[in-house]
């Protein structure tokens, strides 16, 4: 597992994010994407995503994500058209912390790293699927490029099943995402349940 000092999750936590004042809370799955779930929950613990921007929301022509967790977002002088290229800088190291791509087949014991399930040659679908509420790694085009930032799925998106990795599932609080517009802040976030479940955190 090519996750050598990163943080992960062993179990479930649970997160809320509070946006325009409305909770959104999140079932984080660590059983099946440790690493990311992992990564998540340190960010949160961290106060990483206080008071960041969705900088990214697309529902037109038809519904797809909100995007946000970009740490430049929270410099309100940086352009959004910026935004979208940043992510954590650990202060430990002082570099930008990348996670591995990480994506469990339903029926497998361990999840596939660094690459997509079809590159892998893997068929069956993953165990976290991009549903409706389904939220997941943004990342460019190289596997192992996601840091911080999120998106949460607006409909079902089976086409981005075994490419991005999902970890995790709006419980409640839909009808707060399908109102957030490009530009509104998260005004918190923090873990309400689960959190002694991080190991190698902060």
Do not use: C
């Not at 943080?7 to 990311?36: C, H």
């Not at 921007?53 to 910026?82: E, I, K, L």
């Amino acid at each position: 597992m090519p996750t050598a000092n990163l943080p992960y999750l062993t179990g479930k936590a649970t997160v809320e994010l509070v946006v325009k004042g409305s909770p959104i809370v999140i079932e984080v799955d660590g059983d099946n994407a440790p690493v990311t779930a992992g990564n998540f929950v340190d960010l949160v613990q961290r106060g990483v995503y206080d008071g960041l921007m969705f900088h990214r929301v697309v529902r037109q022509p038809s519904p797809f994500v909100v995007q946000g967790g970009d740490p430049q977002s929270a410099n309100p002088d940086v352009p959004v058209a910026q935004l979208g290229t940043g992510g954590f800088i650990d202060p430990a190291t002082s570099t930008t912390r990348y996670i591995p791509l990480e994506i469990k087949p339903s029926n497998t014991a361990e999840p596939t790293y660094s690459q997509t399930l079809p590159e892998a040659g893997i068929s069956e679908p993953p165990a976290l699927r991009h549903s409706r509420g389904a939220v997941a790694m943004a990342r460019s085009q190289f596997p192992d490029s996601a840091s911080s930032q999120f998106y949460i799925t607006l409909t079902d998106l089976d086409f981005l099943d075994g490419s991005y990795a999902v970890f995790g599932y709006v419980t409640s609080g839909m009808e707060v995402v399908d109102q957030i517009e490009q530009g509104d802040r998260i005004d918190s976030a923090r873990v309400v349940l689960g959190g002694e479940s991080l190991q190698n955190g902060s």
